[in-house]
Structures are given as C-alpha cells and as structure tokens.
C-alpha cells in the first residue's frame, strides 16, 4: 500500500506544537495509508510524541509568526517550518501541506511555492459552514479571503472549483451554485458580480441557482456560495462572530437567571449541546486554498487537537479522491478547447 504522506507545519498556531502532534497523532491512528512529516522544534515536538510510527520530524528552529508580514516572511525564512513544508510539496515529498499559523504566510507559500493550477486565474480560499435549517446541513464559501479584489471570471471559476470541492469531498452529486449579492434579481450588484451571474448562467453544467443574499445563506439556499474575498472574508467573520456572541449572551442569560433559569438550562442541556455542536466549524475541517497544484489547508490558530484531527481527516478526503489531479485535467482540457475555437 502507497503511503500519502502529509507536511505539516508543526509550529503554526497558539497551541503549536502540542495541539498540532497531539491531532497528527489522532489522524495517524486512524489511517493506515497516512505518514507525516512534521516541521519544526524537534525537542519541543518531542515533548508530546507519543508514538514515532509513520511520523517523520524534519528540524528547525526557524518559524514564521501571526505578526509577520506574509510575503516578506516567505521570501526571507526560507527555513521556516511552513516554507518547508511547502517546499517538501514542491519537490514531491510531500502529498499536501497543513498549518494553523499565519494565514496569509500560508495562501503565499501555497501560491509562490506550490504553484497554480495552470488555467487558474486566482485561487480562493474555500471555507465549510453549518446550515440553521439542517441538521447535518452547511455549505462551502469561496473566496473567503484569498484576495481583496476579483474580476467575473474569477468568480466564475470558484463555481467550478466549489462544485469539484462538493462533489469530491462533500458526496453532493449536483451542488446548487449560488452568487452572493445584496438582492437575488438578476440585476443587483455591481458591474463584477452581474457579469459573473451571466457567466454562470451561460454555463449549463453548472446547477445555478442564482443570486442569494447574506441573510439567508445559512437557511439551505445553495451548497456553494461564491463571493469576491473582501466581500467572503467580511460574510464568514460576521457568522463566525455572530455565533459566538449568541453562545455567549445565552449563557450570560442563564447564569444571571435566578435558580429557576438554571434548573430550565439543567433540563435542555442536551439541546445546548447539540446547538453548541450544530455551529462548531471545525467538524467540517479547515479552509483549503483551491487552485493550487496540491491541497494547501488552514486551520484557525487557535484549534485544538480535535480540530487538527477533522483538518487531517479532510486532507485525507482529497487525496483519497484525488480531487487535485481531477481539477488539472479539467482546466489542462479547458485550455485545450481555447487554443481550438482560436485556431478555428
């Protein structure tokens, strides 16, 4: 059995490197056809190894920090343990690279190290959220922030690449493709977002649902939604934070509610649970650069083990159904039909 191996950024995170091992490990037990390399402190990484079997340490005392500033970072720690794990990718050491550092550390060396797909205009950040209106519901978002700015064809292609994502990962046969505006007419937003909605019209492969707005994208509206990275990271930060912020002030509520309050919270306990649950993203695991020419996915830098083990789950998910290799022959036949219609 041919081992995929994954490299992984041992030092990226709040918790790293013991919450990174310590879920390295969780995937490691549960996979057999998966190996690891990881990058970074190897005495400090030694400190929570609880078995060597199939996990590879490749030293170095050189990491890249949430502060730093991402291009610069890359460029000039060239033996930083996510530049290393990128470069291992390159060189074909390495199947896939996984962080929970710097963010935009990571969608650089994912861009300058591991490469585009050839075809691909810009690649977008694709990030998995929970439905309110499904019990098992959620849906993908991209760009959610790779980049500030985008053109309708970018826009158009993070439908393809999103529907690949649904289709692979997620089991979706036919995934509805929605485009985020501020109204569902075919003639709201701007000039970008109403040549992208004529772009996946014309497009008859593409199940497009139209326009959907912010308001109601957690109600099962589509199973894509795609979005320029501004507008996307905006959308997935106010959700993420409007989650929270409920969580909170409920249990603000039932601690300062008297006893009959506590009693009620001690009787829907389960309820909670399930709701707490229903909006922990990291079940759904963490956002993947798509576009590049391997699967290059963050975690936030606060994950614990658990979200690092969903992460390595997902990873496994895309290599397994060689979704990369898939999205190559699709853009690499793309380019192909171009070169013909201009030859004819």
């Known amino acids: 059995m041919k081992l995929m191996k994954i490299a992984v950024d041992a030092m990226g995170g709040d918790n790293a490197p013991r919450t990174v ?39 170095t005392d050189e990491k890249i920090d949430m502060n730093d500033e991402p291009v610069r970072a890359v460029r000039q720690k060239k033996n930083a343990s996510m530049v290393l794990a990128a470069k291992a990718v390159k ?108 772009l996946l019209k014309a497009d008859k492969e593409l199940n497009f649902v139209g326009n959907v707005e912010s308001n109601a994208i957690l109600k099962d509206v589509a199973d894509v939604v795609v979005a320029d990275g501004f507008t996307g990271n905006a959308v997935l930060k106010a959700i993420e934070g409007t989650a929270s912020a409920t969580l909170h002030l409920l249990k603000d509520s039932i601690m300062n509610s008297g006893l009959k309050g506590k009693l009620g919270a001690l009787l829907l306990k389960s309820t909670f649970g399930e709701l707490k649950n229903k909006m922990n993203q990291s079940q759904y695991g963490g956002a993947v650069l798509l576009g590049v020419k391997a699967p290059v996915v963050k975690a936030h830098g606060s994950s614990d083990s658990e979200t690092v083990y969903y992460t390595l789950k997902q990873i496994h998910k895309m290599l397994e159904e060689k979704m990369i290799p898939d999205l190559v022959a699709y853009f690499e036949e793309e380019a192909i039909k171009k070169v013909d219609n201009l030859e004819e």
């Open 21 to 59: 091992v310590e879920g390295v490990e969780l995937a490691r037990n549960e996979y057999s056809d998966l190996e690891f390399n990881l990058y970074g402190n190897e005495k400090e990484i030694r400190k929570f190894l609880k078995n060597e079997s199939r996990i590879n340490i490749i030293h």
């Open 91 to 198: 060189e074909g050491q390495a199947d896939a690279v996984f962080s929970c550092g710097n963010t935009g550390a990571l969608l650089t060396a994912g861009l300058l190290i591991v490469g585009r797909i050839k075809g691909i205009s810009r690649p977008g950040l694709l990030s998995t959220l929970p439905m309110i209106s499904k019990a098992q519901g959620a849906f993908n978002l991209l760009d959610s922030g790779a980049n500030a700015e985008n053109k309708a064809e970018h826009l158009y292609q993070y439908a393809i690449l999103g529907k690949y994502y649904a289709q692979k990962i997620r089991g979706i046969e036919n995934p509805r493709i929605g485009l985020l505006n501020n109204g569902t007419e075919e003639h709201k937003g701007s000039k970008t977002t109403q040549e992208a909605y004529q």
